[in-house]
């Protein structure tokens, strides 16, 4: 198993530009999530989804938008990045809501 | 590398000695526990977790404990090991929510 996969690792942006961040998992796991992480400010949860078509909002979806077409795949879009979206992305999945998530290696990206 | 421990409460030990890495958190209702470690440019990593229906559980080398009178979890590792300078993470979930809620963080450093 690969596990979750997350592409790219690293991402410099223009402010207003668009782009996805794709996450995948292997592990045929129903609940998949993205957090942003910030120095000193832990994991904040962007959105999640506990099934194929099935996404809701975090703490902090504002400028994100995600779909879930599959159990695989659940991509994150920056509709128009803005500095403020600099940040650690972390991709998650786990089998259900009480269990353990297994976290992707993460995207760095910079919106100058 | 990563600079997710900036700002965040340090603990510095001795290698050999054993941890304890403290978390408080704020919801009474949360059934369930979790803790991570995430080494400087990689995703969290589980460790162990613990539900509400019980007060101790151990793994290799870690306990959790919870105590719910208080809100307090801690995480106990013994035997400390320059591999576990990391920063660790708590993680509450509710019994109304699917998606675990994370602290902020204890940055942790083993000196040889």
């Known amino acids: 198993n690969a596990g979750v996969t997350q592409t790219p690792k690293f991402q410099v942006l223009k402010t207003g530009q668009s782009m996805t961040l794709q996450c995948a998992q292997d592990?045929?796991?129903?609940?998949m999530s993205w957090y942003r992480q910030d120095p000193g400010m832990g994991l904040r949860l962007i959105h999640y989804?506990?099934?194929?078509?099935?996404?809701d909002q975090g703490e902090v979806p504002n400028g994100y938008n995600v779909s879930r077409s599959t159990t695989e795949d659940f991509p994150l879009r920056l509709l128009s990045a803005a500095p403020s979206q600099t940040s650690v992305y972390f991709c998650?999945?786990?089998?259900?809501?009480?269990?353990?998530?297994?976290f992707g290696p993460g995207t760095r990206l910079t919106v100058t | 590398g990563e600079s997710v421990g900036l700002h965040l409460p340090t603990l510095s030990v001795q290698e050999g000695d054993n941890s304890i890495i403290n978390c408080a958190y704020s919801?009474?209702?949360?059934?369930?526990f979790i803790w991570y470690k995430q080494e400087s440019g990689k995703g969290p990593q589980f460790i162990i977790d613990i539900r509400s229906n019980m007060d101790k559980r151990q793994g290799q080398r870690v306990t959790v404990l919870l105590n719910k009178t208080v809100k307090h979890l801690s995480l106990q590792i013994a035997a400390t090991q320059p591999g576990d300078s990391a920063v660790y993470f708590c993680a509450e979930k509710s019994g109304g929510s699917y998606i675990p809620t994370f602290g902020r963080g204890t940055s942790l450093i083993v000196h040889p």
């Open positions: 919801n009474s209702a949360s059934d369930y």
């Open positions: 989804s506990v099934g194929a078509g099935i996404t």
């Open positions: 592990m045929n796991h129903e609940y």
């Open positions: 998650a999945s786990s089998y259900g809501h009480r269990r353990e998530q297994y």
